[in-house]
């Protein structure tokens, strides 16, 4: 003890005491031997214990050397795993930490559940960061790059068996025979786990390369599971009659494509109504919750109809990929994520058995193997890629992209191994063959990458989305508009991300509404499309509007009183509309506004609500109205104004639109006449989609609905005008510098 305590610090020599304690304990349980359900859970506990470290550790080392840190966590696992330091006896572990499950699978059902699951949140990950419109836009290159890659390759690899099956079986062996079918279907996988991870790392998951690499893997995936089944098919029915059952196995291949297709299509497009469905659990944290549940269950299904686990979490997170709530999904599940990945990689490294590869012939065949391994997926992946826009150096990046085989590989050889359809050292050539495509490919596809150079020929035609750009006095003003901003925008239901802190980038998102925001020191800058001009337009106004309000409530004495009775208020919720008419009625609807003042328009239209039963407390929503008319004037331009008011009189968004032909001065900032006026009230402590309304209003009232609206003599005429569905056209009001 001496010694220890010499060479040692405290916490160190606690962990040791702690470690002999644990294998004196179980060295004289005569239950140790035994592998009931709580010696199994408890060998599953530090197992996952010893991976963390060790596969944290292995991360850190070739970090320190410039290599991917996936290989580390590799190169971990075979050092720790059962067949190396794995199973070598310590106090308490006779048969070590990591003993050899069976001959044919080396690791426990419980660590490989773990796996499994690993891998699940992996693929569904991978699937909420592609980006949609690129993956559809390269759907088509990809499907060629999957293809072509595993028909290259498993034409290779069983004709390489068949050149060699006489020095390695001592017979000559046919096109059809199972190690030649086998070691065919091997070479065809692809890890698009492994690569995924390089092409995150490297910030390229939504490059023209990284697109096509993830939709040439699930294509590549799809059609090694339809090889694998058509494989023990035409295996299956030789050893029965000596003849294959090609129709038998065509069924086969169509059920796995139309599966795999089905399923892809429906969460598309069925992609917007899971993200409500997972909206109303509100709580973020729920949300991501579900979003796995949703993942886990379509991965057991696709189990099931034979396919694999790892397709059915790409197919959802695919799907919601294009939901505004998918960076919610993965901030939430990150911690799962580092939790869990490090383990299946090093799991992945735990199956490599190096010592199989003694004999001669399997080193030679092991190595011509491998190298028409990796020339097939460079080849068959990489050519395609040429005559569809890719140059040399896209090429490249695509062919060594899809060259890792990992976890695919070896699953599909432990089957052939476990089914005695591969003998031993032949298992041993699948795992030389994985080990070497896994490490090659990550550094090179590093240093392909590490230059920003194109990969295409012709740079990619963008579509070109206005820029709004907003100038205030200063920094400091810039910064609390965009506080204020956000603020109006998370009441309108957008979920708000930060893409880098240090730049001050940031993205709006609302159902398929994706807004980017950049602050520009004291400039406000806006990325979206024509139709969101509008909404953002209006957004704008209302937070000068409420900042100028602000300042003027600023220079009196705060009411500590109200402002604590107002965090007390109720808050509840309002559902979001999507049409015009879900909001207005032909009660509310006036063609001929009697008053001749800003005044009496609005109390006139007050009016027409009180009447109609929609104000609680008739003097609360004049008072709100009123001062927000003090804090900046609601007429716009081109004869419309807009007097609106947040209320707790009313329970939900509640409008009157009225018409003044003759025109009124409202204080427009055209300094025209006003003749359309549009008064909403809206639920001071409650969500409500009042800028969403608005744009709506701004893109109905455009020129010809305008023309059209005062011409209207009845309230139905007013009501057709503004509820059909038409094209806006120009005239919209704007306060923006583009």
Same mark, same amino acid.
């Given at each position: 003890?001496?010694?220890?305590?010499?060479?040692?610090?405290?916490?160190?020599?606690?962990? =040791?005491?702690?470690?002999?304690?644990?294998?004196?304990?179980?060295?004289?349980?005569?239950?140790?031997?035994?592998?009931?359900?709580?010696?199994?859970?408890?060998?599953?506990? $530090?197992?996952?214990? +010893?991976? !963390?470290?060790?596969?944290?550790?292995?991360? &850190?080392?070739? /970090?320190? =050397?410039?290599?991917?840190?996936?290989?580390?966590?590799?190169?971990?696992?075979?050092?720790?795993?059962?067949?190396?330091?794995?199973?070598?006896?310590?106090?308490?572990?006779?048969?070590?930490?990591?003993?050899?499950?069976?001959?044919?699978?080396?690791?426990?059902?419980?660590?490989?559940?773990?796996?499994?699951? @690993? *891998? &699940?949140?992996?693929?569904?990950?991978?699937?909420?960061?592609?980006?949609?419109?690129?993956?559809?836009?390269? #759907?088509?290159?990809?499907?060629? +790059?999957? $293809?072509?890659?595993?028909?290259? *390759?498993?034409?290779?690899?069983?004709?390489?068996? =068949?050149?060699?099956?006489?020095?390695?079986?001592?017979?000559?062996?046919?096109?059809? #025979?199972?190690?030649?079918?086998?070691?065919?279907? +091997?070479?065809?996988?692809?890890?698009?786990?492994?690569?995924?991870?390089?092409? #995150?790392?490297?910030?390229?998951?939504?490059?023209?390369?990284?697109?096509?690499?993830?939709?040439?893997?699930?294509?590549?995936?799809?059609?090694? $599971?339809?090889?694998?089944?058509?494989?023990?098919?035409?295996?299956?029915?030789?050893?029965?009659?000596?003849?294959? /059952?090609?129709?038998? =196995?065509?069924?086969?291949?169509?059920?796995?494509?139309?599966i795999w297709l089905t399923a892809t299509i429906i969460g598309l497009l069925t992609s917007r109504k899971i993200g409500v469905l997972l909206k109303w659990f509100k709580d973020r944290s729920s949300i991501s919750m579900m979003a796995l549940g949703f993942a886990l269950i379509l991965s057991g299904l696709f189990e099931e109809a034979g396919l694999a686990m790892i397709i059915g979490a790409y197919v959802m997170g695919l799907s919601l990929s294009k939901t505004d709530i998918n960076r919610v999904i993965m901030e939430k599940l990150n911690p799962i994520y580092s939790f869990l990945v490090p383990i299946f990689f090093t799991v992945m490294g735990m199956l490599v058995n190096i010592k199989l590869l003694s004999s001669k012939n399997v080193l030679i065949f092991g190595f011509v193997y491998t190298l028409g391994a990796v020339a097939a997926k460079i080849i068959g992946c990489g050519t395609p890629t040429l005559f569809n826009n890719f140059n040399l150096r896209g090429a490249l990046r695509i062919g060594f992209g899809m060259l890792p085989r990992g976890e695919v590989a070896l699953i599909i050889a432990g089957i052939g191994l476990s089914a005695g359809l591969l003998p031993p050292e032949i298992f041993g050539v699948t795992i030389l063959m994985t080990l070497v495509t896994t490490l090659i490919a990550p550094p090179v596809l590093v240093a392909l990458f590490r230059q920003d150079v194109s990969g295409v020929r012709k740079p990619l035609a963008e579509e070109k989305s206005p820029r709004l750009i907003f100038s205030f006095p200063s920094v400091e003003t810039s910064n609390l508009m965009i506080d204020k901003l956000f603020s109006v925008f998370e009441s309108e239901g957008f979920f708000i991300y930060t893409l880098s802190q240090s730049q001050k980038i940031y993205q709006l998102r609302k159902d398929e509404m994706i807004i980017g925001v950049q602050n520009k020191g004291s400039e406000v800058e806006f990325d979206c499309s024509k139709s969101e001009a509008p909404y953002i337009n209006t957004a704008m106004y209302e937070v000068l509007a409420e900042f100028e309000s602000t300042v003027k409530e600023l220079r009196k004495p705060i009411d500590v009183e109200a402002i604590a009775k107002r965090l007390q208020a109720q808050t509840t919720g309002v559902g979001l509309k999507s049409n015009l008419s879900a909001y207005i009625s032909k009660d509310t609807l006036r063609p001929h506004l009697k008053g001749n003042s800003k005044n009496e328009i609005i109390d006139e239209l007050l009016d027409l609500m009180n009447q109609r039963g929609l104000i609680n407390d008739f003097k609360a929503a004049r008072r709100a109205v009123y001062n927000r008319e003090e804090s900046m004037s609601?007429?716009?331009?081109?004869?419309? @104004?807009?007097?609106?008011?947040?209320?707790?009189?009313?329970?939900?968004? +509640?409008?009157? $639109?009225? !018409?003044?032909?003759?025109?009124?001065?409202?204080?427009?900032?055209?300094?025209?006449?006003?003749?359309?006026?549009?008064?909403?009230? *809206?639920?001071?402590?409650? *969500?409500?989609?009042?800028?969403?309304?608005? #744009?709506?209003?701004?893109? @109905?009232? /455009?020129?010809?609905?305008?023309?059209?609206?005062?011409?209207?003599?009845? @309230?139905?005429?007013?009501?057709?005008?503004?509820?059909?569905?038409?094209?806006?056209?120009?005239?919209?009001?704007?306060?923006?510098?583009?």
């Open positions: 003890m001496k010694t220890i305590k010499s060479k040692f610090p405290v916490v160190p020599k606690l962990f =040791i005491f702690m470690l002999l304690v644990t294998g004196i304990t179980f060295a004289n349980s005569s239950n140790f031997t035994e592998f009931n359900m709580t010696h199994r859970m408890m060998m599953l506990v $530090i197992q996952l214990g +010893v991976i !963390l470290f060790a596969a944290r550790l292995g991360n &850190i080392i070739f /970090d320190q =050397i410039h290599l991917p840190g996936v290989l580390g966590e590799l190169t971990a696992g075979i050092i720790i795993g059962p067949y190396l330091v794995g199973a070598i006896s310590i106090p308490g572990f006779p048969n070590g930490l990591f003993p050899v499950f069976t001959e044919q699978f080396p690791i426990s059902p419980e660590l490989y559940g773990v796996c499994t699951l @690993a *891998s &699940i949140v992996l693929l569904f990950m991978i699937g909420l960061e592609t980006d949609i419109k690129l993956f559809i836009r390269y #759907s088509a290159v990809g499907s060629l +790059v999957g $293809i072509s890659g595993v028909l290259v *390759s498993f034409f290779v690899g069983d004709f390489l068996t =068949i050149v060699f099956s006489k020095m390695l079986f001592g017979v000559s062996l046919g096109f059809f #025979s199972p190690s030649c079918l086998f070691l065919g279907i +091997v070479a065809t996988a692809t890890s698009v786990g492994i690569t995924a991870r390089i092409l #995150s790392e490297q910030n390229k998951l939504d490059s023209p390369e990284g697109v096509t690499i993830l939709a040439g893997a699930v294509i590549d995936d799809v059609l090694g $599971i339809i090889l694998l089944a058509v494989g023990l098919g035409i295996i299956s029915a030789s050893k029965v009659s000596g003849n294959v /059952d090609w129709r038998h =196995i065509g069924v086969i291949a169509a059920k796995a494509i139309g609601t007429g716009i331009q081109f004869g419309i @104004a807009i007097p609106h008011g947040r209320t707790d009189a009313v329970q939900k968004l +509640v409008c009157a $639109i009225g !018409l003044k032909p003759e025109g009124v001065d409202f204080n427009s900032i055209d300094g025209k006449p006003s003749q359309i006026f549009v008064l909403t009230l *809206s639920p001071e402590t409650a *969500s409500a989609p009042h800028m969403q309304f608005m #744009s709506m209003i701004s893109q @109905a009232l /455009d020129e010809n609905g305008r023309k059209a609206l005062l011409e209207c003599k009845t @309230a139905r005429q007013m009501y057709e005008v503004l509820t059909k569905s038409r094209q806006p056209g120009k005239g919209k009001f704007s306060i923006i510098k583009q």
